[in-house]
Nanobody, 114 residues
């Protein structure tokens, strides 16, 4: 059974930083990443990484956010710097197993005060 445990959200001032973590268990994961959903908006990709190390970022976070993965710990991190009010959202960990199954975490709230 796949389980995802997210942590690291919170309240931060604009220009500040936060680091999100997501620990996955229960399978072998080919891709891990983060999406976010702000009130009244659709869920959108923030960043993701595949097991070979390639990464993809939303244009709005390029140069400010960094995704990394510790394969030994099945953990994916999202380092968020220079945060803006528009980064406020619920951030969801998203993983795909080598069997093609996709799973979502429960979400962690990030609030950036301006």
């Amino acid at each position: 059974q796949v389980q995802l445990v997210e942590s690291g959200g919170g309240l931060v001032q604009a220009g500040g930083s936060l680091r999100l973590s997501c620990v996955a268990s229960g399978s072998i994961f080919s891709a891990m990443g983060w999406h976010r959903q702000a009130p009244g908006k659709q869920r959108e990709l923030v960043a993701h990484t595949i097991s070979l190390g390639s990464t993809r970022y939303a244009e709005s976070v390029k140069g400010r956010f960094t995704i990394s993965r510790d394969n030994a710990k099945n953990t994916v991190y999202l380092e968020m710097n220079s945060l803006k009010a528009e980064d406020s959202a619920v951030y969801y960990c998203n993983v795909r197993t080598i069997y093609g199954m996709e799973y979502w975490g429960n979400g962690t709230l990030v609030t950036v005060s301006s």
